[in-house]
DNA sequence: CGTTAACCTGACCGTTCAAGTCAGGTTTCA
DNA sequence: TGAAACCTGACTTGAACGGTCAGGTTAACG
């Protein structure tokens, strides 16, 4: 039952990046997500791509660039995310909704096994398609002020000085969301 | 989030003998269980081995011999055969109970992720650990004789004849339950 | 008493996959 | 133009999975 190393990255870091969309940060450079949460940057950037491609997080490119979410934060669940990286959350296939394939057993609906799976399956499916990356960012923020914990993602003396400065601070460039993906098909 | 084939085939196997048990075959030789699960002899062999080991199973060598349950039916729990064959539930190591481990957060009771996750290990825990082999065998009989599905495992036409003679029918040898394990701890 | 059906046990093996590295792009800002 | 960032595919390496093999030991039965 054990999550891959890539869906923890990935998920670590797409909350890093709700986190510091609430905090007024959209956009942040990879060497910063992957110093934060010792990710290997090339490693990390393998991760972020395939986020990219699915629509989940967008990208700026050239000096100052990064990443950022795609869509809304209440509209990115965690079973999404885990399906995308490591397959359908389902034990074993023969309970899966998103990938469904037989198994061996010859009775599936007299099967005592696919019964335990399929309560297994529908519990864990059950709490990452209902939270988001909305409610995590929430309850984490929150539990940070609680407990007096200075935020994360308060930026580099840059966007500090941007306070003192108000106005509509920098054009924010447009991030790019899909990638140019030439697939030859109408 | 996947369950390996020697754990499926292991709870495959035990669900067999527990149904097996609860209708008065309580030894089953491994070609047996082999053939009725389609599992390859030999690894299912090695399986075995593994669950005798842990005390799951007891065996009985020699001709006629086989395997069958250690332990009453109500007293061996999915999450007991999981944690032995596949490891820990949880699907990272720092929300594990029987197996924690650091992770490379810095801040656990603050990280987002590991929130998420620990609701996670503790629904499937939760079902794992509530449901033992008298719950699957149960259910499964009950739904064969709802559907009037024929029952498996009435025995080769040997227990058969001893229907029709009664008596105290062979003196069912004592199985083994542990392995002879010579180790050199006093 | 030997044959045979069963369990016992460790060693081995091929493939896949996870995790990560590398090497070169391209884009944008200063 | 140079540096900082993202883009992308190819490569590597080690472990784990799923399974096989070979050679035991034990016990029933004719």
């Known amino acids: 039952m054990k999550l891959s190393k890539r869906g923890e990255y990935a998920m670590r870091a797409l909350i890093d990046l709700a986190i510091a969309q609430a905090l007024g940060r959209a956009l942040l450079p990879l060497s910063e997500l992957s110093e934060k949460e010792q990710i290997p940057a090339a490693f990390l950037e393998q991760i972020l791509f395939q986020l ?3 629509g989940i997080v967008a990208s700026v490119r050239g000096k100052h660039g990064g990443y950022c979410l795609a ?6 669940r965690f079973g999404e995310i885990i399906r995308l990286i490591d397959g359908p959350l389902a034990p074993i296939r023969c309970v899966s909704q998103v990938a469904y394939a037989r198994c061996t057993c010859p009775d599936e609906a007299h099967c005592g096994l696919r019964m335990l799976m399929l309560d297994v399956r529908n519990a864990v499916a059950g709490i990452l398609d209902k939270y988001t990356l909305a409610d995590v960012a929430d309850v984490t923020l929150r539990k940070l002020r609680r407990d007096k914990v ?6 580099p003396a840059e ?28």
């Open 150 to 155: 200075p935020s994360p993602f308060v930026p």
């Open 159 to 186: 966007l500090a000085a941007l306070f003192d400065a108000p106005g509509p601070a920098r054009p924010t460039r447009r991030a790019r969301v899909h990638p140019v993906v030439p697939q030859g098909q109408p």
């Open 71 to 76: 869509k809304p934060t209440d509209q990115i």
């Open 52 to 54: 990219r491609s699915a």
